[in-house]
T-cell receptor, first 112, second 115 residues
Framework: GQQVMQIPQYQHVQEGEDFTTYCNSS?????IQWYKQRPGGHPVFLIQLVKSGEVKKQKRLTFQFGEAKKNSSLHITATQTTDVGTYFCAAYSGAGSYQLTFGKGTKLSVIP | EPEVTQTPSHQVTQMGQEVILRCVPISNHLYFYWYRQILGQKVEFLVS????????KSEIFDDQFSVERPDGSNFTLKIRSTKLEDSAMYFC?????????????FGNGTRLTVT
């Protein structure tokens, strides 16, 4: 099935610093989704990227989809303690697949 | 905002016992899913369900697992004979549209502990 590799596994930042997590696939993706999971919580959908080179912003969060549709990134500007959690990228295993495959996630800790 | 609800929040069972995890998807959603997450690890797909049948399942979803939509609101996951390695958080999810078109809405999960 589809594999998405995500790095780094952990990231500790001082509050106010920026944070980036990266997601890579060996195959071209039809789209990619990002989810956030707070400690003890459930995954919550953040965004879906579909087009090559697409960039979307949600306040301090910027999501990018690579030109080749094989990689994606999530960048958070000026982190806050409310950003704490694990960020997952996820992609479908194939064109007709119902299986959303998650990356291993990047666990973000923010030091106040 | 509508939510996916799951019960119980925590289930402890002995190895070899059957468990049923329950979910009430968002009412106008048509696609239903079960995922699991072993502590500290990634979220893994188990099964998807659409139009009253399984649309896709993963290698994890072997003969010990089954799903059912017994009425118009509930969606259940049954594990027939639990093993220690079944201990995990089980998330139910639903979506309004098909894959690639709609995000998944996850419930709060059921933490299953097999002793």
């Amino acid at each position: 099935g589809q594999q998405v590799m995500q790095i780094p596994q952990y990231q500790h930042v001082q509050e106010g610093e920026d944070f980036t997590t990266y997601c890579n696939s060996s195959t071209t993706l039809s789209n990619i989704q990002w989810y956030k999971q707070r400690p003890g919580g459930h995954p919550v959908f953040l965004i879906q990227l579909v087009k090559s080179g697409e960039v979307k912003k949600q306040k301090r969060l910027t999501f990018q989809f690579g030109e080749a549709k094989k990689n994606s990134s999530l960048h958070i500007t000026a982190t806050q303690t409310t950003d704490v959690g694990t960020y997952f990228c996820a992609a479908y295993s194939g064109a007709g697949s119902y299986q959303l495959t998650f990356g291993k996630g990047t666990k973000l800790s923010v030091i106040p | 905002e509508p939510e996916v609800t799951q019960t119980p929040s925590h289930q402890v069972t002995q190895m070899g016992q059957e468990v049923i995890l329950r979910c009430v998807p968002i009412s106008n959603h048509l696609y239903f899913y079960w995922y699991r997450q072993i502590l500290g690890q990634k979220v893994e797909f188990l099964v998807s369900f659409y139009n009253n049948e399984i649309s896709e399942k993963s290698e994890i979803f072997d003969d010990q697992f089954s799903v059912e939509r017994p009425d118009g609101s509930n969606f259940t996951l049954k594990i027939r004979s639990t093993k220690l390695e079944d201990s995990a958080m089980y998330f139910c999810a639903s979506s309004s549209g098909g894959p690639h078109n709609s995000p998944l809405h996850f419930g709060n999960g059921t933490r299953l502990t097999v002793t």
